[in-house]
């Protein structure tokens, strides 16, 4: 949170004290506000700065630990009350500020042909040569994405750092980095150039980390930037050992992509090393010095990738497959290169022949759509699964699933996707390409060569015989496991990495000299400017190429469904007269309507579509639940891969990474059923996430139901409506929407109908929307009528992820119904919060009184109260405003502690395998979460008896934590 958060500001004080300022600003402005005796005059000031036109950027870096004051401590809000006067005298004193928002900045874009500059005023004047205590390499990457590249990234590090090594990364393009969080625990030591520095000035930044670090190796792996930079840094780091590793050739992108790069760096490079031994020789071929190349095979961690069964029975129950029908997986970005054309003329072929068989594509891409029409069009739905951008976790359960990998690419290095599979006991088949024979031979799976024109019907009769001999697949697949193990496990990887680091090492100590002088100086300056040239030119032209490349997509998908298509559904505008929504759903072809997955990709085919960013939802750890029991067995009572979790490691990662943003589409449906699609003439918005959907696509009895119209219409409804869900799902993302429907009362709200009064209960009695601008969506079939929704202008917030609510979308929620929680709940003492189950239907507490009555004597200082459904919705709320600790049978009786503060401590007693819902809901707030494990109970037991003792002694461990955090805020 900080200055990003731009109005947001105006409410809470988002930006911590740690701030650098000009100070002519802050002499301008008046400085502090002298008058504030009570707190809070840092808050005035960021208000101040706004008022008079001034505003500020946060660094996207952990920087510095924060300490939270204890509650109370400010006397201008202490309470409800006198946060309100705090709040109207902000509102008169910067009246310019609330009335029409903080400023709104950008950062100064890079200037046309400017000159890198030499390091060397920044290399003396902040000098900061580091104690160097082991070997230590600097690694220089683009960034920290999903990808085999960045996988193979970690994996290197992870095993140098066990070997005792020291580890610097330095990322050179804009990037979410969605795996720093994985990669800051090898290192802190990370340095993302774009968040902190213009183009112009990241090769003497680099020149200056090797100057401080004194690295033994500069490690360039998949880095056009590095690259480019090379002269530069042999010039100004003449001491530097530089290695780089080529992962693949490309010849469509760039002339052989780093492949090509690597062979025209090569003068400045010590050694090169190569992912195969087809890769090597083409990059000789380029030009390379063949005394310095060698190949090292990437290899994988055959400890990981071993066949997990649990995740076999389970994704193999849930197609219905049995034990000789023959699962095929088919990983990869859905884009020409990869042969999705190849796969699906492949499944058509044994389709047709009537074999026993399953394939699923794993991945996203350009083709995603192409591949889906051709899926549909053909009637292979039953037979063919396309799963989309997955996360990674979830790809190794699919691994364990499958008995045979696919994967007809027309270019390839070394597929580490199918490494992975053969190191999980799955046969491979897969195209003669790059150094993929060095992998597979005969004796392990099958290789075609791409390109004939008889290339699918040789895949479709290979996998023909696996299917019609499964013991052969599995026989395959044992012996594909055990030449991982032989040739190719991680374990060599490094031990022969490090000899190669060696052999540079020498070749460098004859050379180096070579580089040290005032000409090559000048040559690296002006090769480095001209490549950030070259850079900001591409970036330029990108956007333009692409918009080009998916109007061209749209005109031939139009044009391949026809003209007549067109005619007959109509333009996408209306008339009013013979073409109106009522008379244009009954025409639509629900089953040739284009999928839009991601609504990112869709702006740039729809440029008359709005999007306002609201933020980005990062991956970061969580914490696994807590337990009192020495040495608890988490993997076998939780159960791995619940809800995506591999193992229950300490930290946890949360992987759905998304944007969050609100959407403006104009003249589009929202269908009736399970999910509140929305749909037009020509497509339809599932916006899927990995594996999870997030709305259903529209189906024909859909067109029956009325059509119910509105001017303005904003929708909070998706898949999955519970109280649960309503609570910590639909809520949440009224949170992204609140700004919005309180600046414009015309604007309808679409709301699930719960069947009971809680979706009045936040939004009329508590949020205090209007009741007539709420419309109620039914879920499911049945409904006399059904309703389809129409708006002429409809404002889509992003989606939840089904039970994994992220941080972004809880902490709008939150922010949006502090006000309320602040204005209508009296102060009063905190509690601890027993959520009853006493009357539920299930897993009924059958000793809930015995447990509150030894609670209160063994903690007679503790106000305690136990909570109801009875109990109303805002006393509820207010209950859990002021909760210290809130316990709970795993249920939906824990749902309301999403109106907990990050303060409260969450108690939740499991039984085994459960839903996780609310460990992601109160990690994700940031709550300290314990779990008290009841061995014998299941989630079907219809009455459960309390572990009391565990649970009094977790209690007590949870307040004496509280304490100990208490007595830390005495100290300072």
Same mark, same amino acid.
Request: aromatic share 10%; with cysteine; charged share 25%.
């Given at each position: ?237 003449? $001491? ?6 080529? %992962?693949?050739? *490309?010849?469509?992108? +760039?002339?052989? &992509?780093?492949?090509? /790069? ?107 759509? $192409? ?6 069009? %053909?009637?292979? *739905?039953?037979?063919? +699964?396309?799963? &989309?951008?997955?996360? /990674? ?115 460098? %100590? ?8 005032? &000409? ?453």
């Amino acid at each position: 949170r900080g200055f990003q958060d731009g109005d947001l500001n105006r409410f809470e004080n988002m930006i911590t004290v740690a701030t650098v300022m000009r100070t002519d600003v802050l002499l301008e402005i008046g400085g502090f506000d002298e008058n504030l005796l009570g707190g809070m005059e840092d808050w005035d000031l960021w208000m101040r700065f706004a008022n008079n036109g001034h505003w500020g950027y946060t660094l996207p870096e952990y920087h510095f630990w924060y300490r939270v004051s204890p509650p109370g401590k400010w006397s201008s809000i202490s309470n409800a009350t006198n946060f309100a006067k705090h709040m109207e005298r902000q509102q008169a004193k910067y009246s310019n500020v609330y009335v029409k928002g903080v400023p709104k900045i950008n950062r100064i874009a890079q200037e046309k042909y400017e000159n890198t500059p030499p390091p060397g005023d920044l290399v003396t004047t902040l000098a900061n040569p580091l104690l160097r205590c082991r070997l230590h390499i600097l690694v220089l990457i683009p960034y920290m994405e999903v990808g085999g590249a960045d996988q193979f990234n970690f994996n290197f590090l992870y095993r140098m750092v066990e070997k005792g090594w020291e580890v610097t990364i330095v990322c050179d393009k804009t990037a979410n980095n969605v795996l720093y969080s994985m990669f800051s625990r090898l290192t802190p030591d990370i340095f993302v150039m774009p968040r902190f520095l213009p183009s112009s000035d990241q090769p003497r930044f680099i020149a200056y980390i090797i100057e401080s670090r004194k690295p033994d190796l500069v490690f360039i792996s998949n880095s056009e930037r590095a690259y480019h930079y090379l002269p530069y840094l042999r010039a100004f780091a003449p $001491e530097a050992t530089i290695v780089d590793y080529v %992962h693949s050739e *490309t010849p469509d992108w +760039k002339s052989g &992509g780093y492949a090509r /790069y690597s062979a025209a760096e090569e003068p400045w490079l010590d050694r090169s090393l190569f992912a195969s031994k087809h890769l090597e020789e083409y990059v000789i071929d380029l030009g390379h010095n063949p005394n310095k190349t060698s190949t090292v095979y990437i290899g994988v961690d055959s400890q990981r990738f071993q066949r997990n069964e649990v995740s076999r029975k389970a994704i193999r129950s849930k197609l219905n497959l049995s034990d000789d029908t023959l699962l095929i997986v088919y990983i990869a970005r859905l884009e020409s290169e990869k042969g999705p054309d190849v796969f699906a003329q492949t499944v058509q072929l044994l389709h047709k022949d009537g074999l026993n068989f399953m394939a699923v594509s794993i991945g996203g891409g350009s083709l995603y759509d $192409e591949l889906n029409n051709t899926i549909v069009k %053909h009637g292979l *739905t039953q037979k063919v +699964k396309l799963l &989309g951008t997955t996360p /990674y976790e979830e790809v190794l359960h699919w691994i364990s699933a499958a008995d045979v990998s696919f994967l007809p690419s027309k270019v390839e290095g070394i597929s580490l996707a199918l490494m992975e599979a053969m190191s999980t006991g799955v046969t491979c088949v897969a195209a003669r390409v790059g150094g993929q024979p060095e992998l597979i031979t005969d004796e392990v799976g099958f290789l075609v060569v791409p390109g004939s024109p008889y290339e699918a019907e040789q895949y479709a009769e290979i996998l023909a015989g696996l299917i019609r001999d499964p013991a052969k697949a599995r026989a395959l697949g044992q012996a594909s496991k055990q030449r991982i193990l032989d040739h190719f496990d991680s374990v060599n990887t490094i031990t022969n990495l490090q000899k190669e680091f060696c052999l540079a090492s020498k070749v460098h %100590h004859h050379s180096k000299h070579l580089f040290n002088n005032v &000409g090559m100086q000048r040559m690296g300056i002006e090769y480095a400017s001209l490549s950030i040239e070259y850079e900001r030119t591409s970036d330029e032209l990108l956007s333009i190429w692409r918009e080009l490349q998916f109007t061209q997509s749209k005109i031939s998908m139009q044009s391949n469904t026809g003209k007549a298509l067109a005619a007959k559904h109509a333009p996408a505008t209306f008339n009013g007269k013979d073409i109106t929504p009522e008379t244009l759903l009954p025409t639509i072809k629900f089953d040739t309507l284009r999928s839009v997955t991601n609504i990112m990709d869709e702006r740039l085919v729809d440029r008359s579509m709005k999007i306002n960013l609201r933020g980005y939802d990062e991956q970061y750890m969580r914490p696994r639940p807590r337990c009192i029991i020495d040495n608890f067995n988490y993997n076998e009572f939780l159960g791995r891969y619940n809800l995506g979790v591999d193992s229950w490691e300490p930290e946890v990662p949360f992987r759905y990474t998304q944007d969050n943003y609100i959407a403006e589409l104009t003249n589009v449906y929202l269908s009736p059923g399970d999910s509140g699609t929305v749909f037009d003439w020509d497509r339809a918005f599932p916006l899927e996430l990995g594996v999870i959907p997030m709305f259903k696509r529209p189906v024909e009895w859909q067109k029956t139901c009325v059509v119910e119209k509105y001017s303005k219409l904003a929708t909070i409804v998706q898949l999955h409506s519970s109280y649960a869900h309503f609570l910590s799902h639909h809520l949440p993302r009224l949170g992204m929407l609140w700004d919005l429907v309180q600046s414009d009362p015309e604007i309808n709200i679409l709301v699930p109908f719960m069947g009971n009064s809680v979706v009045d209960d936040v939004l009329v009695d508590l949020l205090n929307i209007t009741k007539s601008r709420l419309v109620y969506y039914r879920y499911g079939e049945g409904w006399n009528p059904c309703k389809t929704y129409f708006a002429e202008k409809l404002y889509l917030p992003n989606p939840a992820v089904t039970d994994n609510p992220s941080r972004e979308l809880l902490e709008r929620m939150y922010q949006m119904v502090a006000p309320a929680l602040r204005d209508r709940c009296r102060p009063r003492e905190q509690a601890i919060v027993y959520m009853s189950r006493e009357d539920a239907r299930s897993r009924k507490v059958i000793n809930e009184q015995e447990f509150l009555d030894q609670l209160q004597e063994t903690f007679p200082n503790e106000h305690i109260v136990r909570w109801s459904y009875e109990k109303s919705f805002l006393g509820t709320v207010c209950l859990m405003h002021r909760a210290r600790i809130v316990i709970g049978m795993h249920g939906q009786t824990m749902a309301p502690i999403v109106f907990a503060s990050n303060k409260t401590s969450v108690i939740e007693l499991l039984h085994s395998r459960p839903w996780l819902h609310y460990w992601n809901v109160a990690t994700a707030k940031q709550m300290d979460y314990w779990m008290v494990p009841i061995m014998e109970a299941s989630h079907e037991s219809q009455s459960i008896t309390l572990p009391i003792d565990k649970l009094i002694k977790t209690v007590e461990e949870v307040l004496k934590k509280k304490q100990q955090n208490a007595n830390k805020h005495d100290e300072y």
